[in-house]
């Protein structure tokens, strides 16, 4: 079992920034992807960005240029730093692993979730 645990939410002012993280414990193994998912009050959750075992990462359009997503395999942490925010990016982020390769986007591929984090962004 993989157990994932998101921080570093909380309130910020439209155009500030903050870095979320996620970390990873259990019975992790080395070629996995992990992405960030979004779910805005009403909302469906929607993807915002992932990260792969090799490092190639993907966006979302409306975040591309502000949003970057890194990972530390030594602290089995992946990070997402998010600039520029918009009242619009005001969400629950949750953040998903799948071992395996490849680029999804779809909640459905992701089989461990964390419990989210609560990004609000004040106008």
């Known amino acids: 079992q993989v157990q994932l645990v998101e921080s570093g939410g909380g309130l910020v002012q439209a155009g500030g920034s903050l870095r979320l993280s996620c970390a990873a414990s259990?019975?992790?193994?080395?070629?996995?992807?992990v992405a960030w998912f979004r779910q805005a009050p009403g909302e469906e959750r929607e993807f915002v960005s992932l990260?792969?075992?090799?490092?190639?990462?993907a966006h979302q359009v409306s975040v591309k240029g502000r949003f970057t997503i890194s990972r530390d395999n030594a602290k089995s942490t992946v990070y997402l730093q998010m600039n520029s925010l918009q009242s619009e990016d005001t969400a629950v982020y949750y953040c998903?692993?799948?071992?395996?390769?490849?680029?999804?986007?779809?909640?459905?591929?992701?089989?461990?979730w964390g419990q989210g984090t609560q990004v609000t962004v004040s106008s």
């Open positions: 990260i792969n075992w090799s490092g190639d990462t």
């Open positions: 259990g019975r992790t193994r080395n070629i996995y992807t």
């Open positions: 998903a692993l799948r071992y395996g390769i490849g680029r999804y986007t779809s909640q459905g591929a992701y089989d461990y």
